[in-house]
């Protein structure tokens, strides 16, 4: 596609309850992140994909967070047993170029952004 | 944890003036990068300052780095009320050992409102 696409764009969970969010990538792109957004800060990092490779998922805040990329294209970041503090917007960005290949500008997509009630 | 620090947290301005914003951060960079996001929506990339570079322009948009001082400016000039968003500044981290894949690190920020 054109741009990276994300879905669901909102998503009310009950506490919980366990979630999927997905990320279309633009067609090969290398590199995916996965970033959580709080209200009023900026993106904090929570794991990175080289094509289906999970090379650092060092910002993932807990177990319950699993993101996976198996074909090396869409991803999904999964979120079980969902808490109030999981209220965020979770942002994806793709890039062409992979490790040691030096970074560029990211193509964000619009985000998801989740409520646990 | 976030790395930069951004000042000010709020702008606002008249159409036509400029807008400057700052930017500071704490380790060393391969380069920088600035985003603006507006309300419920994503990131989009404005421009990106290597870490040998001192300035560099993009249209209407100007952005000086001192890595001495490690910090980044980011300047809009005759502002329009279309640049009302927030603008991030974001760091990627200095490439070591050729083993960097461009991990960003935010800032939390400045919100610029631009009065028509």
Same mark, same amino acid.
């Given at each position: 596609?054109?741009?990276?696409?994300?879905?669901?764009?909102?998503?009310?969970?009950?506490?919980?309850?366990?979630?999927?969010?997905?990320?279309?990538?633009?067609?090969?792109?290398?590199?995916?992140?996965?970033?959580?957004?709080?209200?009023?800060?900026?993106?904090?990092?929570?794991?990175?994909? *080289?094509? =289906?490779?999970?090379?650092?998922?060092?910002?993932?805040? %807990?177990?319950?967070?699993?993101?996976?990329? /198996?074909? #090396?294209?869409?991803?999904?970041?999964?979120?079980?047993?969902? *808490?109030? =503090?999981?209220?965020?917007?979770?942002?994806?960005?793709? %890039?062409?170029?992979?490790?040691?290949?030096? /970074?560029? #500008?990211?193509?964000?997509?619009?985000?998801?952004?989740?409520?646990?009630? | 944890?976030?790395?930069?620090?951004?000042?000010?947290?709020?702008?606002?301005?008249?159409?036509?003036?400029?807008?400057?914003?700052?930017?500071?951060?704490?380790?060393?960079?391969?380069?920088?990068?600035?985003?603006?996001?507006?309300?419920?929506?994503?990131?989009?990339?404005?421009?990106?300052?290597?870490?040998?570079?001192?300035?560099?322009?993009?249209?209407?948009?100007?952005?000086?780095?001192?890595?001495?001082?490690?910090?980044?400016?980011?300047?809009?000039?005759?502002?329009?009320?279309?640049?009302?968003?927030?603008?991030?500044?974001?760091?990627?981290?200095?490439?070591?050992?050729?083993?960097?894949?461009?991990?960003?690190?935010?800032?939390?920020?400045?919100?610029?409102?631009?009065?028509?």
């Amino acid at each position: 596609g054109a741009g990276v696409s994300q879905s669901p764009r909102y998503k009310v969970a009950k506490r919980g309850q366990d979630v999927a969010l997905r990320c279309d990538p633009i067609s090969g792109h290398v590199s995916l992140f996965w970033y959580q957004q709080a209200l009023g800060q900026g993106p904090e990092f929570l794991t990175y994909f *080289q094509n =289906e490779a999970q090379l650092d998922k060092s910002g993932l805040p %807990s177990d319950r967070f699993f993101a996976e990329r /198996p074909e #090396g294209s869409v991803s999904t970041l999964k979120i079980q047993r969902t *808490q109030q =503090e999981d209220s965020a917007v979770y942002l994806c960005a793709s %890039s062409p170029t992979g490790r040691g290949k030096g /970074p560029n #500008g990211y193509t964000f997509g619009s985000g998801t952004r989740l409520t646990v009630v | 944890s976030q790395q930069g620090e951004e000042d000010p947290q709020a702008l606002s301005i008249q159409e036509g003036e400029n807008a400057t914003m700052n930017c500071s951060y704490k380790t060393s960079i391969n380069n920088l990068q600035w985003y603006r996001q507006n309300s419920g929506r994503g990131l989009v990339h404005l421009i990106l300052i290597r870490s040998n570079e001192r300035e560099k322009h993009s249209g209407r948009l100007r952005v000086t780095l001192d890595t001495s001082k490690k910090s980044s400016s980011l300047l809009i000039t005759a502002s329009r009320a279309a640049d009302t968003a927030s603008y991030f500044c974001a760091t990627a981290p200095a490439n070591a050992g050729g083993t960097s894949y461009g991990k960003l690190t935010f800032g939390q920020g400045t919100i610029l409102t631009v009065h028509p």
